[in-house]
Nanobody, 120 residues
Framework: QVQLVESGGGLVQPGGSLRLSCAAS????????LNWYRQAAGKNRELVAAITSGDSTNYADSVKGRFTISRDNAKNTVYLQMNSLKPEDTAVYYC??????????????WGQGTQVTVSS
């Protein structure tokens, strides 16, 4: 059984920074794409940032230049460094991963979500 566990959310003032982490555990063979999504109250879930197994990255226009996604393959962990936070970044942030686990099956997994609130 594969699990994704997020951490690092919280309350921060506008202009501040937070770093989210998402660690995958279980009988993992390989991790392909790693993604961060967010869902604000009353809105659809949206893709914020993505990183491939080859470390190519992609960002939503709303976070380009402010957020950075990275991965540590040795720790099966993906990070989201969020700088210059704005009130409109307030949302529940979810990590998502495409993972191959024993007995050699690919699956699409989600974390439980972590709340990020940007407010003065």
């Amino acid at each position: 059984q594969v699990q994704l566990v997020e951490s690092g959310g919280g309350l921060v003032q506008p202009g501040g920074s937070l770093r989210l982490s998402c660690a995958a555990s279980g009988r993992i063979v390989s991790i392909n794409a790693l993604n961060w999504y967010r869902q604000a109250a009353g809105k659809n879930r949206e893709l914020v940032a993505a990183i491939t197994s080859g470390d190519s990255t992609n960002y939503a226009d709303s976070v380009k230049g402010r957020f950075t996604i990275s991965r540590d393959n040795a720790k099966n962990t993906v990070y989201l460094q969020m700088n210059s936070l704005k009130p409109e970044d307030t949302a529940v942030y979810y990590c998502n991963a495409r993972i191959a686990s024993l007995p050699l099956t690919w699956g699409d997994y989600w974390g439980q979500g972590t709340q990020v609130t940007v407010s003065s």
